[in-house]
């Protein structure tokens, strides 16, 4: 992890063109290449940021950051006020709470209830930024990588995006495609998934155990 907090402008040139006047920010860059400049409010979510794969390049009071897309993120420093790298080591990920561990084995043992034709290959499949909960193979042979949440939000999302870069450049897998399988999934997620490219479903935790629903049937 490196962590920059300086005075700076940014600009991206990409779909969009985006101008960060010159201010007080953090700039982090992470282990696996994410550049990500934040302000000090608006909670976790940074003003720009540019995920990896991408290619950072130093100049003289410059960051110049472009991905295989063609997008730019320019980063001019002004006053640097602190500047430090360090060694985080391996995170452990997530530790999923007793529903979530116990729906993502209830998937992985019947993953036709997510999609017709899918199958399991493996469960917490590795990769260099942890485990894919769950990694089939659909009825065309495609490689889905898929990501269980007893709650669907668009941090879920993320998560899988992260994995779906890895797993892709793995020539032995790709092309891999991304299902993201929860509870429920909040709207917004919902949004960002299909923006991706990524495919949604929710799924019935009870129905899954075998327990009957509360509600009166007429047969």
Not at 53 to 73: A, C, D, Q, S
Request: glycine share 10%; aromatic share 6%; proline share 5%.
């Amino acid at each position: 992890m490196r962590i920059v907090v300086a005075e700076c402008t940014v600009d991206y040139d990409g779909r969009l063109s985006a101008h960060l006047p010159m201010a007080m920010r953090l700039v982090m860059v992470k282990a696996d290449g994410c550049v990500a400049v934040h302000a000090d409010g608006g909670a976790y979510k940074p003003l720009n940021w540019m995920n990896a794969p991408n290619h950072l390049v130093e100049e003289e009071g410059r960051w110049i950051v472009t991905n295989p897309k063609g997008e730019t993120l320019t980063i001019t420093f002004g006053e640097v006020h602190f500047e430090t790298a360090l060694e985080m080591g391996e995170d452990p990920g997530l530790q999923k709470d007793g529903v979530e561990q116990e729906l993502q084995r209830l998937l992985a043992e019947t993953p036709e209830v997510m999609e017709d034709g899918l199958s399991l290959i493996r469960r917490e499949y590795p990769t260099p930024v942890g485990p894919v909960d769950l990694l089939c193979r659909d009825g065309r042979g495609q490689t889905v990588a898929i990501e269980v949440k007893r709650r669907g939000e668009i941090e879920g999302v993320e998560q899988l995006t992260r994995y779906l870069e890895f797993l892709n450049r793995d020539e032995r897998l790709a092309p891999v495609r991304g299902l993201f399988v929860a509870q429920a999934i909040k709207p917004q997620a919902r949004t960002l998934a299909e923006d991706r490219g990524i495919g949604w479903v929710e799924v019935d935790y009870d129905e899954l155990r075998g327990v009957d629903s509360p509600l009166l049937r007429l047969f």
